[in-house]
């Protein structure tokens, strides 16, 4: 009677604990379900999401060599003097030009934040990539009829020289913003489509 009391007990001693190693077992299942689900929506398993997001596939879509971004239109007229002190004036050249604004499109930094669902486009510096005057447009008035006639090359030089000083300081600031705000603008055209979908958010820095 003594011994199949004691096997009773050991029997019910088991099956406590086969229910607890049960119920442990459960959690820890549960436990590694929502880790996956966090993990999942942390570092992504959406290989479509992936693709399109990725630094590298943005980074492919703007990268070409050159960015040309703004085209600054400039009419103007240089003058030419034949004294030092610039009292007697010689003559003046008319021409029209335009000055060109750009990046380098392969220095531009691309950052993808999943969480945040966030892509930060971080442009290089806006510099000026041409100076241009039209040569059909170059024209010379002479202010007395003995003063000596210029070369088309000399006068060419005169204006493109003239082009040159006239659109530094804030000119070229403002011509250097401009292209910065068309530079975003195309950017944004080009990436958007691609990340708008995954809810992500273009932002420039």
Known sequence: ????????????????????????????????????????????????????VSKSNLKRIVSVSELSTYKYVYNGIARK??????????????YEGNVKAGLDAKKIEIKSKRIAKIVKVILPEITITNYKVKPDSVKAMYMETFHKRKSHAKLYKV?????????????????????????????KSLIEPLVKQYDYKVVFK
């Not at 088991?14 to 929502?34: D, F, H, P, W």
């Not at 003097?81 to 008319?94: G, H, M, Q, R």
């Not at 403002?174 to 910065?180: D, G, H, L, T």
Request: proline share 0%; with cysteine; charged share 35%.
């Open 81 to 94: 003097y034949s004294d030092k002190k610039k009292k007697e004036l010689s003559y003046c050249v008319y």
């Open 1 to 52: 009677m003594g011994k199949d009391y004691d096997d009773e007990e050991r029997d019910i001693q088991i099956s406590v604990k086969t229910n607890k190693m049960g119920k442990l077992i459960i959690c820890l299942l549960i436990a590694l379900v929502i880790i996956g689900g966090l993990l999942y929506y942390i570092f992504g398993v959406n290989s479509t999401e992936a693709k399109y």
């Open 159 to 187: 204006a493109k020289n003239d082009l040159e000083i006239k659109t530094k300081g804030k000119e070229e600031k403002e011509i250097k913003k401009a292209a910065r705000k068309n530079a975003e603008k195309i950017i």
